[in-house]
């Protein structure tokens, strides 16, 4: 009984969830940190899309709900992608995208290879992306597959 309880909660919240989505978020319904925050932003505000208004206020509260050090990083990540060309930008949104599109276990075997390389020293790492960038697309995808350039645990600092 008490399962079936909380499906429908889930089910309802889920429910809401979607349809305040769908519905966007009005100016009003912003907590007064977000409108400070957002203020450059309410003139234009009723004509974004709905999603576009429940992206930026998440991404507001996210922002309100980080310490100093998590915003200076933030900061930092921002200025990084604002001083690529768009063409990197949109190559980072498709490599993205595909990322995304893997199942849980091969995005988790991804970032445990990532924090395996980024333990290297840095002229290990040097090495294998020149490795790497000297592949034919196809050998690329290989050495993905079967992690030929693997970084080998005496790499490891």
């Known amino acids: 009984m008490k399962l079936t309880n909380m499906a429908i909660v889930a089910f309802a919240l889920l429910s809401i969830s979607g349809w305040a989505h769908?519905?966007?978020v009005a100016w009003e319904d912003l907590s007064a940190d977000q409108?400070?925050?957002l203020a450059p932003q309410e003139n234009t505000?009723?004509?974004?899309?709905a999603s576009r208004q429940t992206t930026i206020a998440l991404g507001a509260q996210r922002w309100l709900d980080m310490e100093g050090?998590?915003?200076d990083a933030a900061r930092?990540?921002?200025n990084r992608w604002q001083s690529l060309s768009e063409a990197q930008r949109s190559e980072i949104r498709r490599s993205y995208g595909l990322f995304r599109g893997l199942d849980m276990a091969e995005r988790a075997r991804i970032r445990r290879m990532y924090r395996?390389?980024?333990r290297l020293p840095a002229d290990r790492q040097a090495e294998l992306?020149?490795?790497f960038r000297d592949l034919r697309p196809a050998q690329r995808r290989r050495?993905?597959?079967d992690r030929s350039l693997r970084p080998r645990v005496r790499d490891r600092r």
Do not use: I, K, P, V
Not at 45 to 49: D, F, G, S
């Open 35 to 37: 409108q400070a925050l």
């Open 45 to 49: 505000w009723a004509q974004l899309e």
């Open 143 to 145: 050495a993905l597959r």
């Open 116 to 118: 395996e390389f980024r």
């Open 69 to 71: 050090q998590q915003r």
């Open 22 to 24: 769908a519905q966007g």
């Open 129 to 131: 992306r020149r490795q």
């Open 76 to 78: 930092t990540r921002f």
